[in-house]
Nanobody, 128 residues
Framework: QVQLAESGGGSVQAGGSLRLSCAVS????????MGWFRQPPGKEREAVAS????????YYADSVKGRFTITLDKSKNTVYLQMNNLNPEDTATYYC??????????WGLGAPAEFGDWGQGTQVTVSS
């Protein structure tokens, strides 16, 4: 099991940007898929973006396409989520997740149930 630690959350105004980081204990290649998920207040957890550690494949939720970018820095064992043009609907607790099975991100984003390792989450609040 890997340990995941998110950072970079905070409060911003609509139109602003944040970059979330997820530090992964151990070698990141031991997990085939890395993902970012979010859980708005009173709602279920949803997938935001995912990336395959072995290749260039990235996937995004329709609601964040063109605004969010997921990247991977293997030298730092860190996954990032750059979030631009934020709006109040992006307010949520954001979670980093990892999964050793490549099927979790082979065809798309992957559901929360497909990821086995989770961080504690970081809060993002966007005000209008």
């Amino acid at each position: 099991q890997v340990q995941l630690a998110e950072s970079g959350g905070g409060s911003v105004q609509a139109g602003g940007s944040l970059r979330l980081s997820c530090a992964v204990s151990g070698i990141i290649d031991r997990r085939a898929c890395m993902g970012w998920f979010r859980q708005p207040p009173g709602k279920e957890r949803e997938a935001v973006a995912s990336i395959s550690t072995g290749g260039p494949s990235t996937y995004y939720a329709d609601s964040v396409k063109g605004r969010f970018t997921i990247t991977l820095d293997k030298s730092k064992n860190t996954v990032y989520l750059q979030m631009n043009n934020l709006n109040p609907e992006d307010t949520a607790t954001y979670y980093c997740a990892a999964e050793y099975r490549s099927s979790a991100c082979l065809w798309g984003l992957g559901a929360p149930a497909e990821f086995g390792d989770w961080g504690q989450g970081t809060q993002v609040t966007v005000s209008s």
